[in-house]
């Protein structure tokens, strides 16, 4: 069975034997996607869907910043690592103020990139599980209040029926609608929330793979 891969990820760098370097330091663990022109990256990004994109400062044309607040401005909450060297480190900065997730200074060391860009990932997957949870809390707050409200239609009408037969006693009565409410109303609740367990176990069984 082969590994699973990570990702996808994004690395931008004009320089081709840094493109590579870095496409041979990360490539075994994640699904990497390499461009040296960092306005064909912008573009690709709607097909290749990264989740974390990782970019040089100093490339022509765009420059790794303008990369940066192009990108936001169209994916706000896309994950973005600069890479810097010494020299360009007060630009740099710069990137963070506007919206990059981490900074990391050249020459750098393999397993710094590697671990940002996993605390990257691991960012990326929290703000998943916390949009869906807010998203199911909504589904389901919406979800009980419509069943409520149906089977509450439905117990009066098999309320009368009952309440009208004279061979079924009181205490009988009293309990169906006791009972009855609690089980329909109990099994519904049960369901959605088994749902929504099922859907954010998925999405912690990829974060699980991201081991520091």
């Not at 931008?12 to 306005?39: G, T, Y």
């Not at 022509?60 to 480190?89: D, Q, R, S, V």
């Not at 009208?164 to 089980?183: E, F, G, L, M």
């Amino acid at each position: 069975m082969s590994e699973v891969k990570l990702g996808p990820i994004m690395i931008v760098d004009d320089e081709a034997p840094m493109l590579k370097l870095l496409n041979a330091i990360l490539s075994e663990r994640f699904e990497i996607h390499a461009f040296s022109d960092p306005q064909e990256a912008f573009l690709n990004i709607d097909k290749i869907k990264p989740l974390v994109i990782l970019s040089d400062f100093n490339m022509p044309k765009w420059n790794g910043l303008t990369l940066l607040k192009n990108i936001k401005e169209k994916y706000p909450k896309m994950n973005f690592i600069i890479l810097t060297g010494h020299a360009e480190k007060k630009m740099a900065i710069e990137a963070l103020r506007a919206g990059a997730f981490d900074l990391l200074e050249k020459p750098f060391e393999e397993e710094i990139v590697v671990l940002s860009i996993k605390r990257a990932l691991r960012n990326q997957y929290m703000e998943h599980i916390n949009e869906r949870l807010i998203s199911l809390n909504q589904n389901l707050c919406s979800t009980v209040s419509k069943l409520a409200r149906n089977y509450e239609e439905r117990f009066m009408l098999a309320e009368n029926i009952i309440y009208n037969n004279p061979h079924i006693d009181q205490t009988d009565k009293d309990n169906y609608k006791a009972h009855s409410k609690v089980r329909k109303k109990g099994h519904v609740l049960e369901q959605l929330v088994s749902d929504t367990a099922k859907e954010i176990s998925e999405i912690k069984e990829k974060e699980k793979l991201l081991v520091f």
